[in-house]
């Protein structure tokens, strides 16, 4: 049962750490925005990332005497992450992001966990429990108050929002999509490099066609683009676009993808912190408020979720059934 605990707490500490290095992308591409172009920045990381852990699934392939997956029976399970998950969805990440308003973008981002809760429902046949539904009601209520600043300037209205917003929807999606479908290739014994490198693949051939007739890519400009560019790109392929999918993927292993995801309302918070550090900008308590019960309903799925059933399930009332006094007659 000990045991049982601290894998637990090592599965909750790592959906904090993932939704942290998550939450490093938005500065990191507002302060490299103005020297690359938004395919550029979209790709180019990816690429980056998938020849960098590359060589490490040849490493480990080799020593399980696994030969690498590159035959029809086997690549076919990642092209729809690779497409859906990795080349739709950072081109209309990026595309919605440059045609709507960033409060936009940031409401619409919270749909990403009831996407997957839906997807879960298909696809995994996982089932909504009141502690998930309380904990997704705890998390919304603390990134409305962490985004009150965001939501005031949001417009929803103006119609020449209303591609953008409809792209960036569909950017949701596709994360929706991504996150449920790596849990079914989890299940299947797939490892973690497996899944990002090989669905990372197809993501990266969708994109030469764009990188070479969109927005073609000089190597002179891209060398010259700067130190904190340059360190841009290696942050999002390493972190954002490596470590923290592999991490990702490691706790789906004991998590259902509902309770992973839930993770996800942490990024406002998180957001918000590294604005303070990185751009200069302000924090309210209204914005800590919110990052305490974000916390607090991401622990009550991840570590706390079968105790919190089992109290609930004692504490229920048992209907149909009178109290002993009432059925109790004395004669």
Known sequence: MRAAGSQKTIDWS????INFMWATQVPVIRLIGNTMGPITVAFIPMIVSTLIFLPFLWMENKKRGVKMRWRWKDIKFFILPGLIGIFLMQYAYTLGSRLTLAANAGIITLTIPVIVAIFAVFLLKEKMNIIRILSFLLAIAGVLLT???????ADFKQGQYLTG??????????CGFYNTYCKMLVDKKLTELEILVYSSLIGCFASIPLLIWVEPIHYS???HSGKVALFGILELSVIVYGISMLLFFYILKRM???????GTYLLPFFIALLGIFLLNEKITSLMLIGGILILVSTVMVTIYENALLAFFKKNKPMLGKKPLSETTKIN
Request: proline letters at 0%; hydrophobic letters at 60%; glycine letters at 4%.
């Open 14 to 17: 790592l959906v904090i750490i």
């Open 147 to 153: 985004s009150l600043s965001d939501i005031s300037g």
């Open 165 to 174: 917003n409809l792209i960036f929807l569909f950017a949701c999606c596709c």
């Open 221 to 223: 400009a891209f060398i």
């Open 256 to 262: 259902d993808v509902t309770q992973a995801v839930l």
